[in-house]
């Protein structure tokens, strides 16, 4: 079963009004069940904006979106996935364990269950001695790495992230990225991956879909062929350079009608 | 430990040596320029008249502290009722949020004047009307900033685990806007104490710290008027000091300090 099919989604902002934008058009994506997928592509190509879509912060103007066999809506009231952001978006007044919690505590799962799911989560992602710590007093990796976790707690069979690790420094985020893949691998999760990075995307995912601006739409699915488990030996494959270059020229491709690129519309 | 008693002697000393050589030169002025009393007293005057009249001071000081305590709470509670229903109602928070910033800057202390003459004259209501409604707008503007002021990656996040309105106000909402409250509550304190002293001024009862401020100086008693002074900055200092501490009880993992830090 696929974890995610979107077939002939469209979105506009301010519908009708003369400053409609399109935001996307005609997106058609199926992502199977335990897929990588990133999604990558200028400033305004509406990446993030179909991110919102399949989690159903946003409604689609037009078209059919399936997320794990029901409708957007139904995934995100059954909470089927986890998402993490750019900024951990922690909250500031729960400990580190707490915000692991907070999830579980919607899902009202009594405070034993709770406890326990956060002890388990805080070992994937090595921060046992940090529980009770909080946000403020850890570094951003580890703050990213906390957001990571919380969004795993439920256990969802896809996780959604939008350039989680894109205000880390490049050491901490090449190691963020192996801890990911070595996470998800663990777990079969579905990941779908917004990005700028053109190496992040070709590292972490079997398929990067190369999207173009005004109005957003998917130019190429570049597949990613990299043979055997990734780890940092990966960076020097030749596969993975290959991967680069496929991606170098799809985004080559897709029409650049501002100068500005690496700064992302939030 | 050693450090961080050192650290604390190091934040008292100066202000406290540059305090006690403020008095010393005071003294000292008042003393070798042979300055009238009824223009300048000097401080061992008015700790000898503060000490005499300790009394009185208290008794002022109680009346003067209830009225601005009553109000400091009967402020705070209206203010963040006020502001929970702003926060639900978008529509009346631009109504009555610029109009409350704006009666802020006025000082609307002058309408016990006016309450003075809807109330028996010996009576303190007009004077903790005046300190609840200024304490009201201070908490009101502050609280409804800090509920509806969250983070939007809070508000997508809670979105994303199908919070209800109600969940995202207990555990986003509130918890977002507990330090602006503690700030309202220090800014109101010493605010609440000062509006009582000069609610004071506008007649009624003489047995305030405030009224008897003036009533001595009006009998030339300046060392005495000064005693009161000293009561009132014991008073208000009180205020602020019970409002920090609460804070820092409140705020747990040094949020404040946080905040202070400016994220």
């Given at each position: 079963m696929s974890a995610v099919e979107i077939t002939n989604i469209s979105k506009a902002f301010n519908l009708g009004s003369s400053n409609q934008v399109d935001a996307l058009t005609d997106i058609n994506l199926s992502i199977a069940s335990g897929e990588f997928v990133s999604l990558i592509g200028p400033s305004g190509c509406g990446k993030s904006t179909l991110l919102r879509l399949i989690a159903n912060l946003i409604e689609p103007t037009s078209g059919e979106l399936v997320v794990n066999g029901k409708s957007a809506k139904q995934a995100r009231l059954d909470q089927d996935y986890g998402m993490a952001f750019q900024q951990s978006g922690l909250f500031e007044w729960r400990t580190v364990e707490k915000n692991i919690e907070l999830p579980l505590e919607l899902k009202g799962w009594d405070k034993a269950k709770r406890q326990a799911r956060a002890t388990e989560m805080l070992e994937l992602v090595k921060l046992s001695d940090f529980a009770n710590h909080y946000p403020w007093q850890l570094s951003g990796g580890m703050q990213q790495r906390v957001a990571i976790a919380r969004a795993l707690a439920v256990h969802p069979s896809l996780l959604l992230m939008d350039e989680p690790f894109g205000a880390l420094d490049e050491m901490t985020r090449e190691h963020m990225q192996s801890e990911l893949l070595s996470i998800c691998r663990a777990s079969g999760t579905t990941v779908v991956f917004v990005t700028h990075s053109i190496p992040e995307a070709v590292y972490l995912s079997n398929r990067v879909v190369v999207m173009s601006p005004r109005p957003g739409r998917v130019t190429e699915i570049v597949d990613v062929s990299i043979e055997g488990e990734r780890n940092d030996a990966t960076r020097d494959n030749s596969a993975f350079f290959k991967g680069i270059t496929s991606v170098r020229e799809a985004l080559r491709g897709v029409e650049m009608s501002d100068h500005v690129r690496g700064i992302e519309d939030r | 430990m050693s450090s961080r008693s050192s650290s604390i002697v190091r934040s008292v000393l100066p202000p406290a040596v540059f305090g006690v050589a403020f008095i010393a030169v005071w003294e000292l002025v008042v003393k070798g320029f042979n300055l009238k009393p009824y223009f300048l007293a000097p401080p061992s005057k008015i700790w000898q008249k503060f000490t005499e009249n300790i009394d009185l001071v208290w008794g002022a000081a109680k009346v003067s502290g209830t009225n601005a305590l009553i109000g400091l709470l009967l402020g705070a509670f209206l203010g963040m009722a006020m502001s929970f229903v702003l926060s639900r109602f978008r529509f009346l928070n631009n109504l009555i949020t610029p109009l409350a910033i704006a009666l802020n800057a006025i000082p609307i202390f002058v309408l016990v004047a006016v309450l003075n003459n809807m109330f028996a004259i010996t009576s303190e209501v007009p004077r903790r009307i005046m300190v609840t409604l200024v304490v009201y707008f201070i908490v009101l503007v502050n609280v409804a900033k800090g509920l509806t002021q969250v983070s939007p990656t809070h508000v997508e996040l809670m979105k994303s685990y199908a919070a209800s309105d109600t969940q995202i106000l207990r555990k986003v909402r509130i918890p977002n806007a507990v330090p602006y409250l503690f700030t309202a509550l220090k800014i109101s304190a010493p605010a609440s104490v000062i509006t009582a002293f000069v609610s004071?001024?506008?007649?009624?009862?003489?047995?305030g710290l405030g009224s008897r401020i003036t009533s001595n100086i009006a009998n030339s008693k300046n060392a005495v008027a000064w005693g009161y002074v000293l009561g009132a900055c014991l008073l208000g200092l009180t205020f602020y000091v019970i409002s920090s501490l609460l804070e820092g009880v409140a705020t747990p993992g040094g949020r404040a300090k946080r905040t202070k830090e400016g994220r």
């Open positions: - | 004071e001024y506008f007649g009624g009862s003489q047995n």
